[in-house]
Protein backbone atom coordinates (compact mmCIF):
# COMPACT_ATOMS: atom_id res chain seq x y z
CA UNK A 1 0.00 0.00 0.00
CA UNK A 2 2.77 2.30 0.35
CA UNK A 3 4.11 2.11 -3.41
CA UNK A 4 3.67 4.14 -6.01
CA UNK A 5 3.31 2.54 -9.35
CA UNK A 6 1.03 3.77 -12.30
CA UNK A 7 -2.22 2.72 -13.80
CA UNK A 8 -1.28 4.21 -17.08
CA UNK A 9 1.14 5.87 -18.60
CA UNK A 10 -1.43 8.81 -19.09
CA UNK A 11 -0.42 10.26 -15.93
CA UNK A 12 3.46 10.29 -16.40
CA UNK A 13 2.95 11.64 -19.73
CA UNK A 14 0.49 14.34 -19.35
CA UNK A 15 2.64 14.79 -16.08
CA UNK A 16 5.52 16.14 -18.27
CA UNK A 17 3.64 19.47 -18.68
CA UNK A 18 2.75 20.50 -14.73
CA UNK A 19 3.28 24.04 -14.08
CA UNK A 20 4.28 25.00 -18.03
CA UNK A 21 3.57 28.05 -20.14
CA UNK A 22 3.63 26.27 -24.01
CA UNK A 23 4.08 28.12 -27.11
CA UNK A 24 1.03 27.80 -28.99
CA UNK A 25 3.55 27.09 -31.56
CA UNK A 26 3.97 23.97 -30.51
CA UNK A 27 0.93 22.60 -30.24
CA UNK A 28 -0.84 19.84 -31.24
CA UNK A 29 1.32 17.85 -28.68
CA UNK A 30 0.89 14.03 -29.65
CA UNK A 31 3.17 11.34 -27.24
CA UNK A 32 2.75 7.87 -26.57
CA UNK A 33 4.00 5.03 -24.43
CA UNK A 34 4.08 1.58 -24.06
CA UNK A 35 4.59 0.73 -20.62
CA UNK A 36 4.22 -1.65 -17.24
CA UNK A 37 0.55 -1.04 -15.48
CA UNK A 38 -0.59 -1.55 -12.23
CA UNK A 39 -4.05 -2.34 -10.57
CA UNK A 40 -5.88 -3.77 -7.61
CA UNK A 41 -8.79 -4.84 -9.97
CA UNK A 42 -10.78 -5.91 -6.32
CA UNK A 43 -14.34 -7.81 -6.26
CA UNK A 44 -13.61 -9.36 -9.42
CA UNK A 45 -15.28 -12.61 -9.90
CA UNK A 46 -16.56 -15.38 -12.35
CA UNK A 47 -15.14 -16.94 -15.39
CA UNK A 48 -14.27 -13.43 -17.23
CA UNK A 49 -11.93 -12.61 -14.96
CA UNK A 50 -9.56 -15.49 -14.86
CA UNK A 51 -6.82 -15.71 -16.81
CA UNK A 52 -5.25 -12.54 -18.72
CA UNK A 53 -8.48 -11.05 -19.03
CA UNK A 54 -8.15 -9.02 -15.45
CA UNK A 55 -4.60 -9.11 -13.72
CA UNK A 56 -2.97 -7.06 -11.41
CA UNK A 57 -0.10 -5.69 -13.93
CA UNK A 58 -0.19 -5.48 -17.57
CA UNK A 59 1.58 -3.64 -20.56
CA UNK A 60 -0.15 -0.71 -22.63
CA UNK A 61 0.35 1.37 -25.42
CA UNK A 62 -1.48 4.78 -24.27
CA UNK A 63 -1.55 7.86 -26.30
CA UNK A 64 -1.79 11.37 -25.26
CA UNK A 65 -2.94 14.76 -26.85
CA UNK A 66 -2.94 18.58 -26.01
CA UNK A 67 -4.30 20.83 -28.39
CA UNK A 68 -6.45 23.61 -29.16
CA UNK A 69 -9.99 24.45 -28.10
CA UNK A 70 -11.20 24.34 -31.69
CA UNK A 71 -9.53 20.84 -32.67
CA UNK A 72 -10.40 18.97 -29.60
CA UNK A 73 -13.19 16.93 -30.86
CA UNK A 74 -11.46 16.48 -34.41
CA UNK A 75 -8.49 14.54 -32.34
CA UNK A 76 -11.12 12.74 -30.29
CA UNK A 77 -12.60 10.77 -33.80
CA UNK A 78 -9.21 10.61 -35.01
CA UNK A 79 -7.90 8.72 -31.89
CA UNK A 80 -10.63 6.24 -31.26
CA UNK A 81 -10.18 5.51 -34.55
CA UNK A 82 -6.43 4.09 -34.96
CA UNK A 83 -7.68 1.77 -32.02
CA UNK A 84 -10.77 0.33 -34.32
CA UNK A 85 -8.10 0.37 -37.26
CA UNK A 86 -5.39 -1.83 -35.24
CA UNK A 87 -7.84 -4.25 -34.37
CA UNK A 88 -9.07 -4.56 -37.71
CA UNK A 89 -6.55 -5.36 -39.55
CA UNK A 90 -5.90 -8.14 -36.97
CA UNK A 91 -9.32 -9.40 -38.39
CA UNK A 92 -11.24 -8.86 -34.85
CA UNK A 93 -14.79 -7.25 -35.02
CA UNK A 94 -15.11 -4.38 -32.83
CA UNK A 95 -17.39 -1.60 -32.18
CA UNK A 96 -17.40 2.07 -30.42
CA UNK A 97 -19.43 2.49 -27.73
CA UNK A 98 -20.20 5.99 -26.80
CA UNK A 99 -20.44 6.41 -22.96
CA UNK A 100 -23.57 8.36 -21.62
CA UNK A 101 -23.00 11.30 -19.30
CA UNK A 102 -24.36 9.72 -16.15
CA UNK A 103 -21.16 7.11 -16.87
CA UNK A 104 -18.85 9.99 -17.87
CA UNK A 105 -15.99 10.09 -14.64
CA UNK A 106 -14.84 13.56 -13.48
CA UNK A 107 -13.33 15.84 -15.82
CA UNK A 108 -14.58 13.75 -19.23
CA UNK A 109 -16.27 15.84 -21.71
CA UNK A 110 -17.11 12.80 -24.06
CA UNK A 111 -16.06 9.30 -23.90
CA UNK A 112 -16.08 6.05 -25.57
CA UNK A 113 -14.93 2.19 -25.39
CA UNK A 114 -13.89 0.20 -28.22
CA UNK A 115 -15.18 -3.10 -27.64
CA UNK A 116 -14.16 -6.72 -29.31
CA UNK A 117 -16.26 -9.63 -30.45
CA UNK A 118 -15.17 -12.49 -28.04
CA UNK A 119 -16.78 -15.76 -30.11
CA UNK A 120 -16.92 -17.24 -26.33
CA UNK A 121 -18.70 -15.35 -24.76
CA UNK A 122 -21.15 -14.49 -27.65
CA UNK A 123 -20.80 -10.74 -26.94
CA UNK A 124 -18.33 -7.73 -26.79
CA UNK A 125 -16.10 -6.99 -24.62
CA UNK A 126 -13.94 -3.74 -23.72
CA UNK A 127 -10.63 -3.68 -25.39
CA UNK A 128 -9.98 0.42 -25.28
CA UNK A 129 -10.86 3.81 -23.85
CA UNK A 130 -10.62 7.10 -25.25
CA UNK A 131 -11.85 10.30 -23.63
CA UNK A 132 -11.79 13.84 -24.64
CA UNK A 133 -10.89 15.64 -21.06
CA UNK A 134 -11.78 19.87 -22.24
CA UNK A 135 -9.82 22.02 -19.93
CA UNK A 136 -10.28 20.42 -16.89
CA UNK A 137 -7.44 18.06 -16.52
CA UNK A 138 -4.95 21.11 -17.89
CA UNK A 139 -6.88 23.64 -15.20
CA UNK A 140 -5.75 20.95 -12.91
CA UNK A 141 -2.54 20.28 -13.68
CA UNK A 142 -2.06 24.34 -14.39
CA UNK A 143 -1.01 24.01 -17.20
CA UNK A 144 -1.68 26.61 -20.52
CA UNK A 145 -0.71 27.86 -24.10
CA UNK A 146 0.58 31.42 -24.74
CA UNK A 147 -1.42 32.36 -27.67
CA UNK A 148 -0.10 34.09 -30.75
CA UNK A 149 -1.96 37.40 -29.83
CA UNK A 150 0.09 37.08 -26.23
CA UNK A 151 -2.74 36.12 -24.17
CA UNK A 152 -3.02 32.50 -22.38
CA UNK A 153 -5.59 29.93 -22.39
CA UNK A 154 -5.87 26.56 -21.38
CA UNK A 155 -5.65 23.55 -23.46
CA UNK A 156 -7.92 20.94 -24.47
CA UNK A 157 -6.08 17.16 -23.67
CA UNK A 158 -7.45 13.80 -24.85
CA UNK A 159 -5.87 10.38 -24.22
CA UNK A 160 -6.79 6.52 -25.71
CA UNK A 161 -5.60 3.19 -24.71
CA UNK A 162 -4.52 1.98 -28.25
CA UNK A 163 -4.31 -1.54 -27.42
CA UNK A 164 -3.90 -3.20 -24.24
CA UNK A 165 -2.15 -7.02 -25.30
CA UNK A 166 -3.52 -9.09 -22.82
CA UNK A 167 -7.02 -8.46 -23.84
CA UNK A 168 -6.28 -8.27 -27.55
CA UNK A 169 -4.46 -11.47 -27.34
CA UNK A 170 -8.10 -13.17 -26.03
CA UNK A 171 -9.52 -11.15 -28.69
CA UNK A 172 -7.30 -12.39 -31.12
CA UNK A 173 -7.18 -16.09 -30.09
CA UNK A 174 -10.89 -16.21 -30.25
CA UNK A 175 -11.00 -14.62 -33.64
CA UNK A 176 -8.22 -16.40 -35.54
CA UNK A 177 -8.61 -19.51 -34.36
CA UNK A 178 -9.98 -22.14 -36.67
CA UNK A 179 -12.28 -25.48 -36.53
CA UNK A 180 -9.12 -27.66 -36.08
CA UNK A 181 -7.79 -25.38 -33.62
CA UNK A 182 -4.76 -23.70 -35.61
CA UNK A 183 -4.76 -19.65 -35.25
CA UNK A 184 -4.74 -18.27 -38.50
CA UNK A 185 -2.04 -15.14 -38.87
CA UNK A 186 -2.96 -11.86 -40.47
CA UNK A 187 -1.48 -10.09 -42.97
CA UNK A 188 0.00 -7.83 -41.51
CA UNK A 189 1.52 -9.84 -39.29
CA UNK A 190 3.15 -12.03 -41.39
CA UNK A 191 6.43 -10.14 -41.55
CA UNK A 192 6.86 -10.40 -37.62
CA UNK A 193 6.10 -14.22 -37.40
CA UNK A 194 9.16 -15.55 -40.20
CA UNK A 195 6.36 -15.32 -43.17
CA UNK A 196 4.01 -17.83 -41.42
CA UNK A 197 0.46 -18.17 -42.24
CA UNK A 198 -0.77 -19.72 -39.08
CA UNK A 199 0.14 -21.65 -36.11
CA UNK A 200 -0.37 -24.64 -36.68
CA UNK A 201 -2.39 -26.94 -33.84
CA UNK A 202 -0.74 -29.75 -32.21
CA UNK A 203 -2.25 -33.19 -32.82
CA UNK A 204 -1.83 -35.54 -29.07
CA UNK A 205 0.36 -38.02 -30.94
CA UNK A 206 2.34 -35.45 -32.12
CA UNK A 207 3.14 -34.37 -28.13
CA UNK A 208 3.54 -37.70 -27.31
CA UNK A 209 6.67 -37.38 -29.94
CA UNK A 210 9.23 -37.01 -27.45
CA UNK A 211 9.41 -37.51 -23.42
CA UNK A 212 7.97 -34.16 -21.97
CA UNK A 213 11.52 -33.61 -20.49
CA UNK A 214 13.44 -29.77 -20.80
CA UNK A 215 15.98 -30.63 -23.47
CA UNK A 216 13.88 -32.80 -25.01
CA UNK A 217 10.88 -30.27 -25.81
CA UNK A 218 13.66 -27.77 -27.33
CA UNK A 219 14.47 -30.45 -29.57
CA UNK A 220 10.64 -30.69 -30.12
CA UNK A 221 10.21 -27.47 -30.91
CA UNK A 222 13.32 -27.19 -33.01
CA UNK A 223 11.58 -29.94 -35.12
CA UNK A 224 8.48 -26.91 -35.29
CA UNK A 225 10.41 -24.72 -36.40
CA UNK A 226 12.18 -26.48 -38.72
CA UNK A 227 9.33 -27.53 -40.33
CA UNK A 228 10.44 -31.31 -39.94
CA UNK A 229 7.94 -32.83 -37.60
CA UNK A 230 5.39 -33.62 -39.73
CA UNK A 231 7.89 -35.46 -42.08
CA UNK A 232 9.41 -37.27 -39.01
CA UNK A 233 5.88 -38.78 -38.67
CA UNK A 234 5.91 -40.11 -41.94
CA UNK A 235 8.94 -42.27 -41.40
CA UNK A 236 8.34 -43.35 -37.86
CA UNK A 237 6.47 -46.92 -38.26
CA UNK A 238 3.28 -47.11 -37.31
CA UNK A 239 3.74 -49.74 -34.47
CA UNK A 240 5.66 -47.06 -32.42
CA UNK A 241 3.40 -45.74 -29.83
CA UNK A 242 5.39 -43.27 -28.53
CA UNK A 243 8.93 -42.27 -30.00
CA UNK A 244 11.43 -41.24 -27.26
CA UNK A 245 14.10 -37.84 -27.56
CA UNK A 246 16.72 -40.56 -28.41
CA UNK A 247 15.03 -42.79 -30.68
CA UNK A 248 13.81 -39.29 -32.44
CA UNK A 249 17.41 -38.31 -33.15
CA UNK A 250 18.12 -41.77 -34.23
CA UNK A 251 15.71 -41.52 -36.90
CA UNK A 252 17.11 -38.40 -37.96
CA UNK A 253 20.76 -39.61 -37.83
CA UNK A 254 19.68 -42.45 -40.49
CA UNK A 255 17.13 -40.23 -42.44
CA UNK A 256 19.79 -37.59 -42.93
CA UNK A 257 19.64 -36.84 -46.58
CA UNK A 258 15.87 -36.61 -46.14
CA UNK A 259 15.49 -34.40 -43.41
CA UNK A 260 18.62 -32.31 -44.06
CA UNK A 261 18.26 -31.80 -40.14
Known amino acids: EDLYLIGTSEHTMIGRFVDQLIPEAQLPLTLTSYSPCFRKEKGAHGLEERGVYRIHQFEKQEMIVLCRPEESMDWYEKMWRYSVELFRSLDIPVRQLECCSGDLADLKVKSCDIEAWSPRQQKYFEVCSCSNLGEAQSRRLKIRVKGEDGKNYLP ?39 GKAEIRYLKAREYALLEEAPEEMNFFHTLIDRGLLERLNHVVNSEFGRVTYTEAVRLLEEHNDEFEY
Open 156 to 194: HTLNNTVVAPPRMLIAFLENNMRADGSIAIPEVLRPYMG
